[in-house]
């Protein structure tokens, strides 16, 4: 067949069938000359944070409460968190570089129906980000929290202000460790 002796059905079949053929190529052969997707080191800033982890509270050290599985996914362009706390709160986070604005982007939700979107970039050797999230009575809080490396992990701290970053509150301050092994 050819547009020659195509009937109008088939003329329209053969551009759209080379149009498509043409953009696939055109966008495949584009991603190919660009190297990976992820490939700049924006991208391994939060690579700290992968692991298989027991989070312990600082003021009790001692005593898990949460397991936390921090894995990169989707060709190392993100980040997914799986959260399973001692006190049945169950929580997933999504994090990656967003390079078109030039910050890191996490979403959490639980089972709880919480949601937190938080943004910030590193700084100082700490993944700062912040957003906000509304109180029990629908105020609007902000968030902050930081993710800096330590030398047995990592520490998560939070908080939280409900005048606009003017005062601060202590949310939470985690320790996150290598997963202890079950016992045989």
Not at 16 to 35: D, K, R, V, W
Not at 142 to 153: M, N, S, T, Y
Request: hydrophobic share 40%; aromatic share 10%; proline share 5%.
């Amino acid at each position: 067949m050819n547009l020659h002796t195509a009937g109008p059905l088939g003329r329209v079949l053969l551009i759209a069938a080379f149009t498509c053929g043409f953009l696939f190529a055109a966008a495949h052969n584009c991603a190919q000359s660009e190297g990976p997707a992820c490939s700049t080191p924006e991208y391994r800033q939060f690579d700290f944070w992968i692991g298989d982890w027991d989070a312990l509270d600082v003021s009790d050290p001692t005593t898990i409460s949460a397991h936390i599985r921090v894995d990169p996914i989707l060709d190392g362009c993100a980040l997914q968190e799986t959260y399973e706390g001692a006190n049945g709160l169950k929580g997933q986070s999504f994090s990656t570089y967003d390079r078109s604005r030039g910050v890191w982007h996490q979403s959490w939700v639980t089972n709880r129906g919480q949601l937190l979107v938080i943004e910030g970039k590193l700084q100082g050797g700490a993944m700062l980000l912040t957003g906000y999230d509304r109180t029990a009575d629908g105020k609007p809080r902000l968030v902050r929290g930081i993710w800096k490396p330590d030398r047995a992990g990592v520490r998560e701290t939070a908080a939280t202000s409900t005048d606009n970053g003017v005062t601060w509150s202590p949310w939470f301050d985690l320790l996150f460790r290598p997963r202890a092994k079950a016992a045989k």
